[in-house]
């Protein structure tokens, strides 16, 4: 398979995932009445939604620079880059990760949440609710292959870190918060 370079991430992720985690839901939002919206402003309670989208923006944002960190050198295989198949050459345990197995989908999720409130849009929240169950879905089987993948080193990690948001995440994880020279 034709690898890409690593630094292709870097033009590719600015610009894929704000098309993404944007456009879509700007796009469905114009599917149905924007709840909340006068004269084509957002109400004062849809800027709520601003912080949960900023949130999750700073997340996603935090684990894309935590897979290009730990990527190998020679670059990605191209197709194989992100995603449910993806089945990364190495485990990463510390930064969002030491938090969250799965702070991806708590970033997009977040986001989510953040552009149906501030578009006050029914479409969005089904998006949103789509979203979650079939994250929540993919989750298990994420985590068998990557128990398959990495064996008794996962299972630790997991036995440490809570699959969506918990101990840690808000907080130093256990790892940050333990005695120097301790595991």
Do not use: C
């Not at 456009?23 to 601003?50: D, E, M, Q, V």
């Not at 999750?56 to 897979?67: C, D, E, N, R, T």
């Not at 079939?134 to 990690?157: I, K, N």
């Amino acid at each position: 398979m034709r690898r890409v370079p690593r630094a292709a991430a870097l033009v590719l992720w600015p610009v894929v995932v704000p098309l993404v985690f944007a456009g879509i839901p700007l796009a469905l939002s114009y599917a149905g009445t924007r709840y909340g919206w006068h004269r084509a402003r957002p109400g004062a309670w849809n800027l709520a939604g601003i912080v949960p989208l900023a949130g999750g923006a700073a997340l996603i944002a935090w684990v894309l620079a935590a897979h290009y960190r730990a990527a190998p050198a020679e670059g990605w295989e191209l197709g194989r880059g992100m995603g449910p198949a993806y089945k990364p050459p190495y485990l990463l345990r510390d930064g969002p990760y030491a938090r969250s197995r799965h702070p991806l989908y708590v970033g997009e999720q977040a986001v989510l949440l953040g552009w149906a409130v501030l578009l006050g849009s029914v479409p969005v929240v089904l998006l949103l609710v789509v979203a979650v169950l079939g994250q929540h879905a993919l989750a298990p089987w994420e985590e068998r292959r990557l128990e398959a993948q990495f064996g008794d080193a996962y299972r630790d990690y997991r036995a440490e870190v809570p699959r969506w948001l918990g101990r840690g995440f808000l907080s130093p994880p256990p790892s940050e918060n333990r005695a120097p020279g301790r595991r």
